[in-house]
């Protein structure tokens, strides 16, 4: 193996919230490579963070919103000498993107993709028009306006949700377009829902660009939004989405993740796509597609060893556990 440029690395994750496991396999991968790896992580409420508590630090910052957000978080990489910023939550996905290059100024590799793809990522609409041109089925789509103009354009049944929505907040499923008119229409879409089984597929994209991974988990049991109980499984369908799917991601880096349907008539449709790291990736990493890895590979220097040979039929079955403090 080519000796790394750097023998040892700083790693921040912002909005950490409870992403102990995502901090898990970054520890595995250093000690695989022989890497020395800090960990720290960065969050609006450090103390009541379960992943700030097992950080080697943690750092309070403004929330991601704000316009302190970016100065801050500059400030802390500098001062912490940080090697590689890991993004967590959508909301800062776009403003992390638009500053990459103030970043990288300073030394700092972030694991985001380019702007252009976070922001389709993170427009519902955009996504499945820009899906549809490629030839990826997608659920016919709707700005919540037209819709309620004239209901009968969608198939029933439909669900409204918010435009750059995530974790399934704000998600409405009506059973009459009247249980819609307190919604604001400008912030809304509204699609068909196609029921079946449901899949998240975790895919990487090598710092080149080009897509090196993907791996589809089937969702069992899903609770707020995440993946609870899920199996990898090779779906050639997907995998074929998942290439599909890298021609309307351009600058697409790193980790990304999309949500796809399979009915029981066999039809697949793509519904969703997130540009980080997907909240059942660390069941993709137990399967062996090591992203975490890749981008540690990326960030001391070594050859990105990313490729598509992970293990079918792995399953996670999630449980709650306790971070105590002062006990």
């Not at 909301?91 to 793809?117: C, D, K, P």
């Not at 980790?255 to 997907?278: D, K």
Request: proline residues 6%; charged residues 25%; aromatic residues 6%.
């Amino acid at each position: 193996m080519t000796e790394p440029s750097k023998r040892s690395l700083t790693v921040l994750f912002s909005s950490a919230g409870r992403r102990n496991q995502l901090m898990q396999c970054f520890r595995e991968d250093a000690k695989r490579l022989g890497l020395g790896l800090r960990v720290l992580a960065a969050d609006l409420q450090p103390e009541l963070s379960p992943a700030c508590q097992q950080a080697d630090a943690a750092f309070r910052v403004p929330r991601c919103t704000t316009p302190e957000f970016v100065p801050a978080m500059l400030d802390l990489c500098r001062k912490e000498k940080i090697d590689l910023l890991v993004p967590t939550i959508d909301t800062e996905l776009a403003v992390l993107s638009q500053h990459r290059t103030e970043f990288a100024t300073l030394g700092i590799r972030v694991a985001i993709s380019a702007l252009e793809a976070v922001a389709l990522a993170g427009d519902k609409l955009a996504t499945a028009t820009k899906l549809a041109a490629v030839g990826v089925a997608t659920p016919k789509s709707l700005p919540m306006a037209d819709y309620l103009r004239d209901p009968t354009q969608l198939r029933e049944p439909v669900i409204a949700k918010p435009k750059g929505g995530s974790a399934s907040i704000g998600i409405v499923r009506p059973r009459h377009s009247r249980e819609l008119a307190d919604l604001d229409p400008e912030c809304y879409i509204v699609q068909e829902l196609w029921q079946g089984r449901e899949f998240t597929i975790n895919v990487f994209f090598d710092q080149s660009g080009q897509l090196r991974c993907a791996v589809p988990h089937e969702r069992i049991e899903v609770r707020a939004g995440e993946v609870s109980k899920g199996i990898t499984r090779r779906m050639p369908a997907l995998q074929a989405a998942a290439k599909k799917l890298a021609q309307v991601l351009p600058g697409a880096t790193g980790p990304l993740c999309f949500q796809a349907v399979i009915m029981g008539s066999g039809e697949m449709a793509v519904f969703e796509i997130n540009a980080r790291f997907g909240g059942g990736y660390p069941l993709a990493h137990r399967a062996g597609a090591r992203f975490s890895q890749w981008l540690l590979e990326e960030a001391c220097g070594l050859p990105c060893t990313a490729n598509d040979d992970w293990k079918e039929g792995v399953v996670m079955l999630r449980y709650d556990a306790a971070v105590f403090l002062n006990d």
